[in-house]
């Protein structure tokens, strides 16, 4: 089993940048490709970044692109979302995300099969 613990968010004025990162147990994380999701109050859960088991791919969600980076550090064990230029819309719990065994890329949630406790991120305007 993976676990994923989530550290780095916090409170930061619009247009400022936090760094979460991810840190994983067990023995296999360099394996899974990983993905950060989030959700706001009163909202569905939805895709915000992944990357592949070598960092070689990389894919976001049309409303972060070009202001979030997603990277990886398997000898760390650990996945990071840099998040520039924030916008109050940003706000939300964020987690990241192992896929199941077996799954080699995705950015459906349905294939993440491991998940963290979430950070909370939020953008004041």
């Known amino acids: 089993q993976v676990q994923l613990v989530e550290s780095g968010g916090g409170l930061v004025q619009a247009g400022g940048s936090l760094r979460l990162a991810c840190a994983a147990s067990?023995?296999?994380?360099?394996?899974?490709?990983m993905g950060w999701f989030r959700q706001a109050p009163g909202k569905e859960r939805e895709f915000a970044a992944a990357?592949?088991?070598?960092?070689?791919?990389?894919d976001y969600a049309s409303s972060v692109k070009g202001r979030f980076t997603i990277s990886r550090d398997n000898a760390k064990n650990t996945v990071y979302l840099q998040m520039n230029s924030l916008k109050p819309e940003d706000t939300a719990v964020y987690y990241c995300a192992a896929v199941k065994y077996g799954t080699y890329w995705s950015v459906r949630s349905a294939d993440y099969g491991y998940w963290g406790q979430g950070t909370q991120v939020t953008v004041s305007s």
């Open positions: 990357i592949s088991w070598g960092g070689g791919t990389t």
């Open positions: 067990g023995r296999t994380f360099s394996s899974y490709t």
